[in-house]
């Protein structure tokens, strides 16, 4: 059951977003303070009842997020949080009284996922609830308050977009109705234009309100990713970077000012290709969580799937894993050691055959 690695619990207690001069943090206190009518709650541990994290908020048994290949979990009752909505219920099943029902919280969260620029399996949520009273409009107050938050983060000027449910059928969040995704624009100092999605949001479920013991109120809620966050307003390019312990890093950053991140300079990548034959316990998300683990230095930049066959029913696979220090040059020894333990943790763990 517990398939928690080594390299992912190391991460836990780390705090970044509670380090006033770490961009976390300085993204941080700016959201707390644009919602500054809202309670604001830290929660330290990750470990939370799979009731909370997924039952209270009404995702089905069969959803994929719930699988072993995208959440970590530790026995059959616990899981590591894979988002900051997970408190929706014990919050607001907890308090009588109104001031929590108005909270915005911030925490690290754990999912297994991709490894690229933007993904990372430690990142960090802000979510936000809040009752609004009875003659106020529900889905207007969180667009005006989302609205706000983006002009107040990103300035006057900013390009964005609400991307509503209505129109974009893959909109779906369980626990909301009236849900939407709220995309922002903007321009990396050194390339294109990118869009990002910042953060999900919607109003609460009416059986969740219910459960909740408020049928007759009225909630919205939205749950947003720091670290996307702070890579546009830092101009941050790789997601590695935020758990970098370099000075060089860490010394550009002062509490409370949002500054453009000067890269101390890029070092060269190096790649190597592994093929193998794919079995039923492989997973993409599987060999990624892994590679996380062996790679304790964060030396793996991204891994791509470069070449796929079908033959006589198998189907072999080749995957390019970039390497790049964020730090440091690489040694090809280092390099080396880290591709022969995951190509045995590979064959071992999901049974590949390497070709
Ligand atoms: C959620 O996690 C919902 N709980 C949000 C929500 C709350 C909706 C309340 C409605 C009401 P989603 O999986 O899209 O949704 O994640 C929310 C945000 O977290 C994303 O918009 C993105 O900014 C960030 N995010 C998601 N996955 C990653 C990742 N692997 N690395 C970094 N940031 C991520
Ligand atoms: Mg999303």
């Known amino acids: 059951m517990n398939n928690i690695t080594p390299n992912v619990i190391s991460k836990i207690g780390k705090e970044l977003y ?180 910042i953060l999900g949001a919607g109003t609460v479920h009416p059986d969740i309100m219910k459960d909740l013991g408020l049928p007759n109120k009225k909630a919205w809620a939205f749950g947003l990713g720091v670290e996307r966050l702070a890579m546009v307003l830092f101009d941050i390019p790789d997601i590695r970077l935020f758990w970098s312990t370099d000075d060089r890093f860490l010394s550009q950053f002062q509490p409370g000012k949002i500054t453009k991140f000067v890269p101390y300079s890029k070092y060269a990548p190096c790649y190597k290709d592994i093929s193998f034959f794919t079995s039923d316990k492989f997973s993409y998300n599987d060999m990624c969580s892994i590679v996380r683990d062996e790679d304790k230095l964060n030396f793996v930049e991204s891994i791509t799937l470069i070449d796929e066959f079908k033959n006589k029913g198998r189907t072999s696979q080749c995957y390019r894993i970039m390497y790049r220090s964020m730090d440091s040059t690489l040694k090809n020894s280092e390099i080396n050691k880290i591709q022969k333990s995951i190509r045995e943790r590979l064959k071992k763990e999901l049974e590949v055959e390497i070709r």
């Open 18 to 197: 509670k380090n006033n001069a770490h961009p976390l943090c300085i993204v941080k206190e700016r959201v707390f303070d644009y919602f500054d009518d809202l309670a604001r709650i830290e929660i330290e541990s990750p470990y939370v009842p799979i009731e909370y994290n997924f039952d209270r908020l009404r995702v089905p048994q069969d959803h994929p997020s719930r699988r072993p290949t995208d959440t970590y979990y530790k026995d059959e009752k616990t899981c590591l949080r894979t988002h900051m909505t997970c408190y929706l219920y014990p919050l607001g099943k907890s308090e009588t009284g109104q001031s929590k029902l108005k909270y915005i919280t911030c925490g690290d969260v754990y999912r297994k996922d991709a490894i690229d620029a933007t993904h990372y399996p430690v990142f960090h949520q802000m979510d936000a609830f809040c009752i609004v009273r009875d003659e106020v409009d529900v889905k207007k107050d969180l667009r005006n308050r989302l609205a706000g938050l983006v002009k107040y983060l990103f300035g006057d000027k900013v390009e964005y977009k609400f991307l509503e449910d209505s129109e974009h059928k893959d909109i779906y969040f369980p626990f909301t109705v009236d849900s939407l995704e709220v995309v922002v624009k903007f321009k990396p100092e050194d390339g294109e234009e990118k869009e990002l999605e």
